[in-house]
């Protein structure tokens, strides 16, 4: 949100009508006050101590050397220039109350001056509040200072001065008693200190006894279980004798399944005596229908096949009757074991 005052020639001195105090303040809210840092125009700590404060600039020494050395035109530019970013009063050597203070200085009957500094003098008011209420005392103290100087007779000068001082004998009130906090904390801690050295040392005391009577109930219970060890070991030898009895017997059963699985055919071993093609479809002769179908069988020791039946077909239940049907016609050389396999018979018309 922007505000933008501009200086009128015939405005009356003396701070604006109660409605624009109002909404200068409403203006700086909802801004979020002037867009300067939370530590001072000066660069000081927004919770430097009250022994840390400078004395409140007064007269020139609220206007830097170098604002007042800048020309008239200049010092116009740069105070329209901060108040269109909404820099009214900080950062310090760097603000439109500087600016005006300084023109003012060149040309004290500039009413426009006069007006502009009038209408920046809520704006002050409001950040030296908000300054002290952060206990930033030094950015307060800058700003008492702008507002001295545009304005000695100020009615909320006092009012600020005194809570400045107040708020600085607090701020000093509060250190004080956080120093004796510290100290009594600091003797707390010594005394749970020392406590817990006097607990550690009975606690060591006890664990020295505890531990002489758990080495002596360890040394008992060392002597039995040696004795179990014995007896589980003998056990133990009893029962990789029978396991080593129990591995003899299953290697020769296996050298056994081995031997016999030697024997056994496999569906390289087949050898063909007669594969009668399948009959074609009558129907899918007459509409030039090819496909192929996967057949799984079993050939029988004797070479006959049984347990056909279909894996795949493409297309589907067109050709399946067909190929089973010439796939249990099959004949082979006879094996030594029954053999399941798989055939892809073809059905391709003439053209």
Not at 40 to 59: L, Y
Not at 72 to 85: F, T
Request: glycine share 4%; aromatic share 4%.
């Amino acid at each position: 949100m922007s505000v933008v005052h501009t200086p009128t020639a015939n405005a009356r001195p003396g701070y604006r009508h109660g409605a624009l105090a109002l909404a200068l303040a409403l203006s700086l809210a909802a801004c979020g006050g002037d867009k300067g840092p939370e530590t001072t125009g000066t660069g000081t700590p927004a919770s430097a101590t009250p022994t840390e404060t400078a004395p409140a600039a007064t007269g020139a020494q609220a206007v830097s050397a170098q604002i007042a050395a800048m020309s008239v035109d200049q010092l116009r530019a740069a105070a329209s220039a901060a108040q269109g970013e909404q820099r009214m009063y900080a950062p310090a050597g760097n603000n439109a109350m500087e600016y005006y203070l300084a023109l003012r200085d060149k040309q004290p009957n500039d009413a426009a001056v006069s007006s502009a500094l009038t209408d920046l003098m809520p704006y002050a008011v409001i950040a030296t509040e908000q300054s002290i209420a952060r206990d930033d005392f030094v950015e307060a103290q800058r700003l008492i200072g702008l507002m001295e100087k545009t304005d000695k007779a100020a009615p909320a000068l006092p009012r600020l001065k005194q809570s400045l001082s107040d708020s600085q004998a607090s701020f000093a009130q509060r250190q004080q008693q956080q120093q004796v906090d510290a100290e009594a904390e600091k003797e707390r801690l010594a005394k749970l200190e020392e406590e817990r050295k006097k607990q550690q040392d009975q606690a060591q005391r006890e664990a020295a006894q505890k531990l002489a009577q758990q080495q002596a109930q360890q040394a008992d219970a060392a002597r039995a279980a040696e004795t179990q060890r014995q007896a589980e070991a003998a056990r133990q030898a009893e029962a990789a004798r029978q396991a080593e009895a129990q591995r003899q017997a299953e290697a020769q059963r296996q050298a056994a399944a081995r031997a016999a699985a030697t024997a056994t055919a496999t569906a390289n071993d087949l050898r063909p005596i007669s594969t009668p093609p399948p009959k074609y479809p009558v129907e899918a002769l007459r509409a030039n229908q090819s496909g192929d179908v996967l057949v799984e069988f079993t050939v029988a020791t004797d070479g006959s096949v049984t347990n056909a039946r279909v894996v795949r077909a493409n297309p589907p239940r067109v050709f399946d009757r067909e190929a089973v049907a010439a796939v249990k016609r099959w004949r082979f050389q006879p094996v030594g074991n029954e053999v399941t396999t798989r055939r892809t018979i073809g059905f391709k018309p003439n053209l």
